[in-house]
């Protein structure tokens, strides 16, 4: 059983910064790519960022320039640095992975974190 622990969430300023960390246990675990979603209050969950096990990364448009996805492979974690954040960055984030290939970078996903929230004061 693969397990995914998120933490770094927390209560920050408007053009605050936080920095997210996923990471990746059980069995023998590859990761081939590991991403973060966000789900706001009310909202559906939606795609922030993703990362493949040789580097290429994906944010999306909303968090291009204020977010930074990276990994530590051997540790088989993953970071999300949030600089700038805004009130609407407020969500529960939530870490996934996959140990196969598949073309597009924001899904499948198939292991999940518990989530963790992330609040941005105005």
């Known amino acids: 059983q693969v397990q995914l622990v998120e933490s770094g969430g927390g209560l920050v300023q408007a053009g605050g910064s936080l920095r997210l960390s996923c990471a990746a246990s059980g069995r023998t675990f590859n990761a081939n790519a590991m991403a973060w979603f966000r789900q706001p209050p009310g909202k559906e969950r939606e795609f922030v960022a993703a990362?493949?096990?040789?580097?290429?990364?994906d944010y999306a448009d909303s968090v291009k320039g204020r977010f930074t996805i990276s990994r530590d492979n051997a540790k088989n974690t993953v970071y999300l640095q949030m600089n700038s954040l805004s009130p609407e960055d407020t969500a529960v984030y939530y870490c996934g992975a996959r140990s196969s290939y598949y073309p597009s970078t924001r899904a499948p996903y198939y292991y999940w974190g518990q989530g963790t929230q992330v609040t941005v004061s105005s």
């Open positions: 990362i493949r096990w040789s580097g290429p990364t």
